[in-house]
């Protein structure tokens, strides 16, 4: 308390003490022990009343000990499933050590693809992210944590997680499970080869051969085509030259889903087979969708939209100019912020009815683009305003669901209001100086002849950067911009019942097929009953089980089925109306793709990480070494808080106390 605080007190009190004998005592011919009462009690409350309205502050100082958080990090995938009791044992000792509770907030964790905060562990997830999870203990704890990280070392997904927490203060202790001995093993280790082949033409198979052992051997590997063997070569390997590149051009037949098995004979003494095989698919295709970008400036927008749409290779881009008259060959084209230069690109449109995607920015010439087409109009003389991205979920001409739009930057466009004419669906919504506004910042528009997209912004660019720094790949982005391109190249009329689903999935993790219903009036049906019907065509099981009604879409879930291959159908119960499909569930887990623990690289992590290696059997020298480790020494935190006094109600009571009883006095003694 200041003095300037302790200087009013005082004049506080001299105030309401004058004011009490001025009242009481002051030319008064009452003696005796009432007026000395009824006194002190108006003293009392007029010196609450200006002690309230000086309202001084009091500070406390709190103290805290706040421990290190030790995490617990468990692999909870599927390659360490025979060692379950031996990770159990771990988990109780840790947990239940009294030296480790005293000095440690301990925190349990697993993980596979993702980090999870759940004591249950399963051991059943079919990939390894070790760089993901270390990356979410950092973000979540920062620096005050120590972790135990109880895995063999393999890595299936994700980037190399042994400089994950460089520039941190995080100790890792890594506990290897598992076999760390070194066995002789040849497996398969990387196939590389596009999706999709056009007919009549070679394309590409590569895949990768390598050797872990001491002899020089040679083996044969192959490549089969539904079953039948097209390709074969034997290779030689030794302990200094581990590895070959097999390099294969394969001819495109015919027309469908090609399944490939690239294989290599096994070693003699070899424990693990699961790794000398890899599964793959080609799907032949007799068509290729051309788009071409056109465009008078240059832009990293065009970049980035050629690349996500290339991704496919199924699609071709050319990048235009206006003046471009060769244009019978094009499927779709997009619109890069057109002026009027575009003149005769938008009179072969209108003519031809052809699909578009306009990309509308400051650079645009939006009288022009007003006067040249009939889908939109959009109001002039705007300034160019930051624009952010808000995703719609109802949006139900596609399934977006997988698609975030998580910290996505903002586009810059100088649009105003817009008039759709036609069939429009928001994909996007806009949000300027955070207000969502009613226009939209990306839409499908439709109508009987013709399809087209509507972006009112440009530096898209930014939005597949952001993509990779959220996720490590493009693949948000280029699943955004692909559904978009298969939407304005399929020129089928629309239909009440469609499908998602892929022709192949690699094992059984992630096997879901999504579908749609509209009723007459074209509007999504939630009320509508799906009905899924499959069957294995390998062990000749049918079943049949309803779809869940998901974020505008129904789903069904096949990640319990084994692998093989299926045929389904899906039928709206009470309609007339069904769809079909095949699909083929591999027999691939890539967690069983290893022989030993890798604990190399869990030394590699302890040691860059500042922590230490550890094995099965020494877990109580681990416990040992975090217990003295004068790093994670509680550390006492103080709190400063500060208090006014109206905050005290009790000085209001007393106050209010006071004044009620000098009335009650007075009036029994009929001074009133």
Known sequence: MDT??????????????????????????????????????????????????INPKFSKQEYTVEKTNLILLTDNSSSISKYRETVNSILSQLNNSKSLESKFIVNNYHFGSALINNDSISFTEHTTNIGKALHTVKEVYRNNAAIVLLTDGNQTIGTDYTYELNNSNINVYPIAIGDTTQYEDIRIDQVNANKYAFLKNKYPVEFFVTYEGHNSISKAVSISLDGKKIYNETVKLSRKNNTKIIKALLEAGSVGIKHLEVAVTPIDSERNTNNNK??????????????????????????????????????????????????????????????????????????????????????????????????????????????????????????????????????????????????VETLLKMKIKGQIMETPLLSIISNQE?????????????????????????EEFDELIGKLMI????????????IDYKSVYEGNSDVKINASYFNQTFEFDNNAELILQIKNKDANQSFEFPMLLKNGYYQADLSNQSSGNYQFTIRVKGEDISKSGT????????????????????????????????????TEALIKALTVDERYLPVQKSTKKIVFLIDFRIILGIMVFTLALEWFIRKFNGLL
Do not use: C
Not at 31 to 46: C, E, Q
Not at 321 to 329: F, N
């Open 278 to 423: 890899k599964n793959l698919t080609i799907e032949v295709v007799d068509e290729k969708t051309n788009v071409a970008i056109v465009t008078e400036i240059m832009h990293p927008d065009i970049g980035a939209l050629k690349k996500s749409i290339e991704r496919n290779e199924q699609r071709s881009v050319r990048i235009i100019k206006p003046t471009e008259t060769q244009l019978d060959e094009i499927d779709i084209f997009i619109l890069y912020q057109p002026t009027s230069s575009f003149k005769s690109i938008y009179q072969y449109i209108n003519n031809k009815k052809v699909n578009t995607f306009s990309v509308l920015g400051p650079n645009t010439d939006l009288r022009f683009v007003n006067s040249i087409q009939k889908q939109f109009i959009i109001d002039t003389n705007y300034p160019i305003q930051e624009i952010v991205p808000i995703k719609n979920d109802g949006f139900l001409k596609f399934d977006i669901s997988n698609i975030s739009f998580s910290n996505y930057p903002p586009l810059a466009s100088n649009l105003g209001p817009i008039t759709l004419v036609g069939e």
């Open 487 to 498: 939407y304005l190249s399929d020129d089928q009329s629309k239909e009440r019942l469609t």
């Open 450 to 474: 013709t399809k087209s997209v509507l972006l009112v912004g440009e530096n898209i660019w930014k939005w597949r950067i952001q993509d990779f720094r959220n996720n490590q790949d493009f």
């Open 4 to 53: 300037k605080t302790v200087l009013l007190i005082i004049l506080a009190a001299i105030v309401a003490l004058g004011l009490v004998l001025f009242q009481y005592f002051y030319q008064t011919k009452n003696k005796g022990k009432l007026p000395i009462l009824l006194a002190v009690l108006r003293f009392i409350s007029l010196f609450s009343i200006l002690l309230l309205l």
């Open 583 to 618: 699909f083929r569930i591999l027999d691939y887990d890539v967690e069983q793709q290893f022989v030993s623990t890798n604990d190399d690289k869990l030394l590699q992590l302890a040691e860059q990480s500042g922590g230490r290696l550890s094995y099965a059997n020494n």
